[in-house]
């Protein structure tokens, strides 16, 4: 029994390391569209998206070392992440309105 518990670990830790590496492709994509997008709405939704992935990244890193002090961070990223994306978006409306009368 414990044989497989210790096989299932080695899974889950192989796992959870590709997993990792596979969150490399959003966030460089998201950092392209962050500094790259045509409009500000479009910047602010690839940092929404990225709060998210740093969320999932932390999360992650949580199951590969143990840690429970990751789980804090990435609700915290996903907090702030949360509150900055209802601001700013309150802030876009406000400014559309002041531009159209």
Request: aromatic share 8%; proline share 3%; hydrophobic share 55%.
């Amino acid at each position: 029994m414990m044989e497989w518990i210790a096989q299932a670990h080695q899974w889950l830790d192989l796992a959870t390391r590709g997993l990792l590496v596979l969150m490399m492709a959003p966030l460089g994509m998201t950092l392209v569209r962050l500094l790259y997008g045509p409009s500000v709405a479009d910047r602010f939704v690839a940092l929404d998206m990225l709060t998210g992935v740093a969320a999932a990244t932390a999360a992650l890193v949580m199951s590969t070392t143990g840690r429970r002090e990751f789980l804090d961070v990435g609700l915290g990223l996903a907090v702030f992440g949360f509150v900055g994306t209802c601001a700013l978006a309150a802030f876009l409306e406000r400014q559309a309105r002041g531009s159209h009368p």
